[in-house]
């Protein structure tokens, strides 16, 4: 490794601790009371280094809601492709999504809770880039919902867009109360139960 990639390495890192100090005190008592102060000393670095990696606290924030979604882009993108890779068909794919959804948040619960709670808010300055990154997300899900469709998985007549949106709303929502309210089930329990409703079994038949 040279020299460049060594520091550019050490720069990423320094981001990834920025990123888990911020996202966890943010979620802790919102944004405007957070400082860059507690953000530092909660990264162990220098306020200075903060400034360094990003201009300002909302631009921290906006890279970090890009950080955040794109890793959950990255792990429903995986699941798709995995499933893919080993000859399973396009609802399956969709289930293997929702297991890396819940997955995610199980890791990431204090920026899946930011992001809901942003989801909400409005003329925030991040408003633009909170809607594109979550389009991000979604869009990962309606391609393989199209491809169910066209190949005859699901029926013609489903709303690609407003389905994909409410399977990342189920699994966001569910997987909240899970871990509020819940935390006594298994990640494997929770994912079983969302899988049902995918699967249309609800009723039981």
Do not use: C
């Not at 990431?108 to 909170?130: D, G, H, K, M």
């Amino acid at each position: 490794m040279d020299a460049k990639d060594s520091t550019s390495t050490r720069r990423r890192a320094t981001r990834a601790k920025l990123y888990e100090a911020a996202v966890t005190l943010i979620a802790e008592q919102g944004f405007s009371a957070t400082t860059v102060d507690e953000i530092a000393e909660r990264a162990g670095v220098a306020k200075g280094t903060v400034y360094y990696n990003f201009k300002s606290k909302t631009e921290l924030f906006e890279e970090l809601l890009r950080y955040g979604v794109g890793l959950l882009t990255a792990s429903l993108q995986s699941a798709a492709d995995e499933t893919a890779e080993r000859g399973g068909t396009k609802v399956e794919a969709l289930d293997a999504m929702i297991r890396a959804g819940l997955g995610f948040i199980d890791r990431y619960p204090a920026f899946t809770q930011l992001y809901v709670a942003e989801l909400w808010r409005t003329n925030r300055a991040w408003q633009s880039t909170l809607l594109v990154v979550r389009q991000q997300a979604v869009a990962v899900i309606e391609t393989v919902l199209r491809e169910a469709v066209e190949n005859g998985e699901l029926s013609e007549e489903i709303d690609v867009q407003l389905t994909a949106a409410a399977l990342v709303g189920m699994v966001l929502v569910a997987a909240l109360d899970w871990q509020a309210f819940q935390p006594e089930r298994s990640l494997d329990d929770v994912h079983a139960a969302l899988s049902r409703l995918l699967h249309g079994r609800v009723s039981g038949r």
